[in-house]
Structures are given as structure tokens and as C-alpha cells.
């Protein structure tokens, strides 16, 4: 059995060398989601997150992340605004501490089509590093149909242990927001849709003497919607992710059941949100996902655990991912009660 499970993790790994990093609170990863996602959620907006994930199988693969974009002032004609971003991750992954490193520089531009609607377009320019701790792993040519003997040779030839590459990405995106708290309840409702591809140059991403590996372009593609429930305390935020990269794809799809406990108001500074959330999502074929969310005015802290339900549950059992978030958000309405006082 050890062996059986041995050999599952190792079909993983070699499955995934060559997939991207993904974060389960996705609304909390913009720029890993979308470069136009720049300034659409505040005047600033800093993110933290921190995940881990397959302790049960091998070593554990740990990803962290930051990111940080921000709106810059519209000007007075009040066509659109400029934005810019930078997002960072680092990940380690496995028995063989592969690591991935990559820096991002996003800029957008949204364009103003009404009081409550923009449409904007992103572009992401970054660096990336990959580098393996040690090259004496297990490997799927070691398997002799029973288990896995390190005496045989694994024919792999690495011709290096770390290597650079430059990538560049872009995307667009499509934004409504008419939620208003201008009083101390509120309608209206936050909508929005966005479709991304990144690794545009295709970059050579092997580790082994003569490999063919160029990193596959990854297309990912959104909807995030917040609205009120019957001008209730009660939100939903329902949200749709796709992703494909090569052959591998992924669905995600959920919401949010977020209860006020207290509304924010713009009109008086007595009033700061505070807010707690419950988020039950599914990843197709691959896991369900339980999020908490908690929200107080401008602080959120996201906590999220994977149950595994793929084929990796035999050698998982059923124990997929913790994920941790924090971020903080400085609302353009913060900026209107600095010039009120």
C-alpha cells in the first residue's frame, strides 16, 4: 500500500512540474486571476496568502503569495482611470524542493462607460526563477510494476538545477458596481466578468538535458457578483472560475453567504462594517473547499480547508489544503470622510 501511494504522489508531481500555482480564495488572489483586476477594489488594496497542502503524501507543497495594486486619481473629465499592480508567490513543492518564483508588474486602464460600469484592459510583465533542491527523487521509469527500485537507472539527465525566464500576460475585464451604502442599508448589486492569458511567450521551463517542456499559455476566465438579499443583513457572493493550461483544466464555482453584523455608512465615520462569511465551493473532479471570511472595515482575514475528492484520495485521505488570507482594503469612501472632517 505505501508503495501504491508512493507511486500516485509521483504520477502527481510529474503531472503538475509543469501547472501553474492556484489559491483556493481566487477572489483573493486578483492579479493571479486577471492583471486587469488592478484598482477595482479600492484605492489600495494589499493581500497577503499563505498555503499549504499534501502533508499526507509526500512533503508538503507550500505556496506563498502578496500582491498590491492600487487606483490612481481619475482625472477631471472622468473618462476612466489608470491602475497598477505587482504580485509576488513563492512555491515549494515536494520531496524534491522544487521551488517557483515569480514577480509580477501589472498596469490597466478602465474606461468609464457610466456611473457605475468599466471596462478595462491589463497587462502583466514579470520575472520567474525554478529551481530543484535534489535531483535524487523517485521517478516513473524506477517503477518495476511492483514498487519503486532506486537502483535502477531513471535515464533522466538534468543540465541544471535552476534557471530565469521573463513572462508577460493580459487580460480584460468588465466591471458594474451599484452597491451603495450611502445610507444604513443597501441595494444595487457588484458584477464582474473577466477572461486573462498568461505565459505568453511560452517559456522553456525543463530542468532535463534535451526537454521539450515550454510553459503552456494558461487561459482563465471569471464571474464575481455580490448583491443584497432582499436589503436583508444577508449577501451572496456567487463566483465562477475556469482555467485551462495544456491538457489540465479546472472548474471552481461557489458563493459567499456573507450576514452583516454591523452596515458601514459613508455618511457618518460611527459606523464601520463588520461582516462574517461562509463560503462552500467545489473544484470539479478534485476537492471541496470550505472558506470562512471575516471582514471588518477594511481588514479581512479568509481561512479556507480542501477536502480531496479526487484520485489522490486513497494516498490523501480525503485531506487536501489549508489556506490562510489577509488583506487589507482602503476604500475610495474612506477618501470622502477625510474631506468631509
Known sequence: MKFINVFVAVLFVVQVFAQDIHFSQMKFAPLNVNPGAAGLNGKYNAIVNYRTQWNSVADPFTTMGASFDMKFEEPRRNKGFLAAGINF???????LRMTTSNVNLSVAYHLRINRSSTFGLGLQAGYGQR??????GLYASQHNGTDFDQNMISGESFRQTSFGYV???????????????NTFRSDGYNLTIGAAAYHLTRPDYSFLQGG???LEIRFTGFVESEFVVDRSPIALMPALYYQRQGTHQEIYLGTYIKYHIIKSSSRTSLREGFSIAYGPFYRFGDAFVNKLLIDYNGYALGISYDLN???????SKGRGGIEFMFRYTLLEKHQTRARIH
Open 89 to 95: 508567490y513563492h512555491d515549494i513543492a515536494g520531496d
Open 131 to 136: 529551481g530543484i533542491g535534489s535531483v535524487d
Open 167 to 181: 513572462d508577460v500576460g493580459g487580460g480584460f475585464v468588465y466591471n458594474h458596481n451599484s452597491l451603495t451604502e
Open 212 to 214: 521539450n517542456d515550454d
Open 309 to 315: 475528492l479526487s484520485s489522490l484520495t486513497q494516498a
